[in-house]
């Protein structure tokens, strides 16, 4: 008898926001074939009996093509075992999960699809930015920030409406690229906007700026996101007090006869 694969969301990182399905299936699995993002805390809930199997794309590195995670999957399903495809986030959203649901249904293979909390959930709740707010923010939309450089950027809409959160995944290094995009589509300079990286780790930081402003800041490292819109003014974390800080050495230093040692905080 054939097995079983799960798509299975790991949420943003912390193992504390992995749904108590996702904890089940991970932990009666049999394989696992997971992302780079799927942090330790989270493997280390697969059953020591089980195959874990890193997929992911490493920085720089090499990765597992798409078609072979698919016919990995296929080949250990076809061995009757349990299987789980944990990925980072949530398996339907720029996860690809829909194109390994559909080599799976081609393989007449059973699939089900466990959800998990998308990036921009997290980063949202960590930096208490509520994505829709009433009277502020009323629609919301996710976009990758993977075409945005690229002549290939049908994927972005004409026309971004007042009144919207942007959450922009994969937003990448060239910051002027996507606000040129933005603005293109009617998103106002004075908007304001944040990146917020390495969600659920000690590291989590955000920064905070505007669309007219955005080109100057440096990236945070990755993994991150680009969170676009009025309700980015709600954000609240531990780092924007570092970034004021910045701030103010950075004025200081611009003005003439200030010495280092006066600049200390
Ligand atoms: C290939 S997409 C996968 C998205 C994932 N399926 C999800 O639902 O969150 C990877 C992108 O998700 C975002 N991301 C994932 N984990 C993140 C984290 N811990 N902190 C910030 N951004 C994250 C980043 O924009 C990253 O480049």
Same mark, same amino acid.
């Given at each position: ?12 990182g ?146 971004? *409406? ?23 589509a ?6 304001p ?56 050495a950075g004025?200081?230093? *611009? ?5 280092t ?5």
């Open positions: 008898m054939n097995g079983k694969v799960y798509l299975v969301g790991a949420g943003p912390d193992p504390e926001m992995l749904t108590l399905k996702a904890l089940r299936v991970l932990k009666r699995a049999d394989v696992v074939l997971h992302d780079e993002l799927v942090s330790t805390e989270i493997l280390a809930f697969v059953p020591s009996t089980a195959r874990i199997q890193n997929v992911g794309k490493r920085c720089g590195g090499k990765s597992t093509r798409q078609s072979e995670i698919n016919s990995l999957l296929v080949q250990y399903a076809l061995l009757g075992l349990q299987v789980v495809r944990l990925k980072g986030g949530d398996p339907f959203i720029f996860g690809r999960g829909g194109e390994e649901m559909q080599a799976l249904r081609e393989a007449g293979i059973e699939v089900e699809i466990v959800p998990g909390i998308t990036a921009a959930l997290g980063a949202a709740a960590a930096v208490q930015i509520p994505l829709t707010h009433r009277g502020i923010a009323s629609s919301l939309v996710f976009l990758t920030g993977h075409y945005a450089e690229s002549a290939n950027s049908d994927h972005w809409p004409d026309a971004i *409406a007042p009144n919207t959160t942007v959450v922009v995944y994969m937003p990448g290094h060239n910051h002027d690229a996507t606000a040129q995009k933005l603005r293109g009617g998103v106002a300079p004075e908007t906007c944040a990146i917020v990286s390495r969600i659920g780790s000690p590291d989590e930081r955000i920064c905070q700026t505007t669309i007219a402003e955005l080109s100057s800041i440096a990236a945070l490292p990755a993994p991150s996101l680009l969170v676009v819109g009025e309700v980015v003014r709600f954000a609240q974390h531990r780092s924007l007090g570092e970034q004021f800080s910045q701030f103010v004025r200081l230093e *611009a003005l003439p006869g200030t010495r040692q006066e600049r200390a905080l």
